[in-house]
């Protein structure tokens, strides 16, 4: 596709709930990062992904949360029994090549993620 | 671990006036990268700086490397209410890219 494409846009999910959040990245993108965004903060780093390989992990705040890009492409993202701290914006983000140095990353537009 | 700070945190400013977000880091930066995000919308690469002392421009947006690689800035000359919106730099020396506090910028019509 043009762009990463992030579904869904906007998720209200009860406390305890499972949510699964889904990213498509640009095609052919090699790497692929998911990334917290809380409101008035800066994104931060969760988990990155060199085609289907789980790479790095170690920004998942805790065992309830869960990423897999089984083929390389799509990957989801899933928060289990959620909690209010959840609350937050998940980007996801691609890169054409392996990641390294400054390469240029593109994010998607976001799954808004409300836990009430 | 490392701290990336930006500082204002927010800035208003008159349609016309100048415009600047300061950008620090706990430690030295390999390089750095700037991003603007709209209200709503994600981060938008804007540019990277890789040499110590680079100074970037495009068009009304002059980015700045210090020379000891541990701050950054990001001038915008008379700004438009097009700028409005979040500017994070960026540490993108590893892949995890360590992102800044962001400054958000809302210009007055």
């Known amino acids: 596709g043009a762009g990463v494409s992030q579904s869904p846009r906007y998720k209200v999910a009860k406390r305890g709930q499972d949510v699964a959040l889904r990213c498509d990245p640009i095609?052919?993108?090699?790497?692929l990062f998911w990334y917290q965004q809380a409101l008035g903060q800066g994104p931060e780093f969760l988990t990155y992904?060199?085609?289907?390989?789980?790479?790095?992990k170690s920004g998942l705040p805790s065992d309830r949360f869960f990423a897999e890009r089984p083929e390389g492409s799509v990957s989801t993202l899933k928060i289990q029994r959620t909690q209010q701290e959840d609350s937050a914006v998940y980007l996801c983000?691609?890169?054409?090549?392996?990641?390294?140095?400054?390469?240029?990353?593109?994010f998607g537009e976001g799954s808004w993620l409300t836990v009430v | 671990g490392q701290q990336v700070m930006q500082i204002p945190q927010y800035q208003h400013v008159q349609e016309g006036e100048d415009f600047t977000t300061y950008c620090n880091s706990s430690?030295?930066?390999?390089?750095i990268q700037w991003y603007k995000q709209r209200p709503g919308g994600h981060p938008v690469f804007l540019i990277q700086?890789?040499?110590?002392?680079e100074v970037k421009k495009q068009k009304r947006l002059t980015f700045q490397f210090g020379e000891a690689k541990k701050n950054s800035s990001l001038h915008i000359t008379a700004t438009q209410t097009t700028d409005v919106g979040t500017y994070f730099c960026?540490?993108?020396?590893?892949?995890?890219?360590?992102f800044g506090t962001g400054t958000r910028l809302k210009v007055l019509a």
């Open positions: 983000a691609s890169s054409l090549a392996f990641a390294g140095v400054g390469n240029t990353i593109y």
């Open positions: 095609s052919g993108h090699v790497s």
């Open positions: 992904f060199q085609n289907e390989a789980q790479l790095d």
């Open positions: 430690t030295t930066l390999s390089n």
């Open positions: 700086l890789v040499k110590s002392g």
């Open positions: 960026a540490d993108s020396g590893t892949y995890k890219y360590i």
